[in-house]
């Protein structure tokens, strides 16, 4: 079956009690077993419910993996895909992460003995050496969105027997499946886009390697990271319409780079899908199509914060991947706490995230708001 028909049927099949189409949010914490340890598969909503089954069959299948796994948000995804490595083993990050997994790294792990190496998106693969256990990649990158050759690095990985893991929540699976290109471990927040209506929080991982899918399982059951029934009830509502809204925040988000690049008020557009992003070749290769993130430069931070400051239809606010399209300045606030780093934030970089409103009006709301940013100046 295709990806689309996948996202709407897989592992959702007609509930066996009543025929409903629409898989039943089963709100429970324990099941009666028929005799001791005998039981149907459940026995506590910790370690399996059937709702988040469903979901975690059905992005595995969109991800072309074996073994998915659900969890609480992307961090309780993250922070259990990092339990697989122990106190002073090596790490390899790309340095340009979400602010949250940066901090998580930094402030979390390192100081308990975990090593951490964080190199620039073009320096990941010659980074992985015989020490390291595990690369830590995301691409695009988040806010800078740089671009990681997912198959050059798995295959400097499987030389030194390292373990790839690539943060795929700015591609998701419809534009992007890093396990056909060699990763090991796909992770996101389904908060983002697979969810996509900004109502709520969650996570997944999932892998094709049957050694690290029981390492997971049992990781995920032991530290208790997982959604509830309702949350993922709303991320299988949302994968629905995946293919659909991507094919629009895709179109939309390349209108609104197109105009920005070039625009007196902007001193440089980021955005893979520019014939001038330098990883445009390499996204166009792993991907197929560039996502709904564009991020730029204003001339500095002050116009950076008065333009976000200006937009109507633009919300300034945290997150992304919403069918709403959202703004922000990541150095003051997605990214803030990577601002004692080498590669902190630019105070003068907007990140924006494109929803799926109508591109003119999103253009034009942009527009008056640079106008406007420049009219202050």
């Known amino acids: 079956m295709e990806f689309e028909t996948r996202a709407i049927h ?22 009666v077993q028929e005799a001791v340890g005998e039981h149907k598969g459940y026995d506590y909503s910790r370690t399996a419910n059937p709702t988040r089954r469903a979901l975690e ?7 072309s993996a074996e073994y998915g796994f659900a969890f609480s948000s992307g961090m309780g995804a993250t922070t259990t895909v990092v339990h697989l490595v122990s106190p002073g083993e ?36 010659g ?35 390292a373990v790839v893991v690539v943060d795929n929540t700015f591609a998701t699976p419809y534009l992007q499946r890093p396990l056909e290109l060699g990763a090991d471990i796909v992770v996101h927040s389904t908060t983002k886009y697979v969810g996509g209506h900004s109502d709520l929080v969650s ?10 899918a029981e390492r997971l399982a049992f990781l995920q059951n032991s530290l208790g990271a997982v959604p509830g029934p309702f949350d993922a009830w709303l991320v299988l509502r949302g994968v629905k319409t995946l293919a659909l809204r991507m094919q629009r925040h895709c179109e939309n988000a390349h209108a609104v780079a197109e105009h920005l690049d070039g625009h007196p008020a902007v ?50 606010a945290e997150s992304l991947g919403g069918v709403e399209s ?3 300045v990541p150095a003051a606030m997605t990214h803030a706490s990577t601002a004692d780093s080498s590669f902190a934030a630019p105070p003068n970089l907007v990140r924006l995230s494109v929803g799926i409103e109508s591109v003119d009006d999103l253009v034009a709301d942009l527009e008056a708001a640079l106008v406007r940013s420049a009219a202050r100046a």
């Open 10 to 31: 897989e592992g959702q099949e007609p509930d066996p009690a009543t025929g409903a189409v629409t898989v039943p949010i089963y709100q429970t914490s324990t099941y």
């Open 57 to 63: 069959l059905c992005l595995a299948s969109l991800e």
């Open 90 to 125: 090596r790490v390899v990050v790309v340095n340009d992460v979400y602010g949250g997994t940066y901090r998580l790294f930094s402030k979390v792990y390192a100081p308990k003995g975990y090593e951490f190496e964080f190199v620039s998106h073009d320096e990941v693969a």
């Open 127 to 161: 980074a992985i050496d015989a020490r390291t256990r595990l690369v830590w990649v995301e691409t695009p990158t988040n806010p800078l969105l740089n671009v990681v050759d997912i198959r050059e690095v798995a295959e400097a990985a499987k030389a030194s027997g």
């Open 203 to 212: 996570g997944f991982a999932c892998t094709n390697d049957p050694t690290i």
């Open 267 to 316: 001193e440089r557009v980021l955005y893979p899908g520019l014939p001038s992003h330098p990883g445009h070749a390499v996204a166009a290769q792993q991907m197929s199509g560039f996502g709904g993130i564009v991020s730029f430069l204003a001339h500095s931070a002050e116009k950076a914060a008065g333009l976000v400051a200006r937009t109507q239809i633009w919300k300034l």
């Open 326 to 328: 959202l703004i922000e």
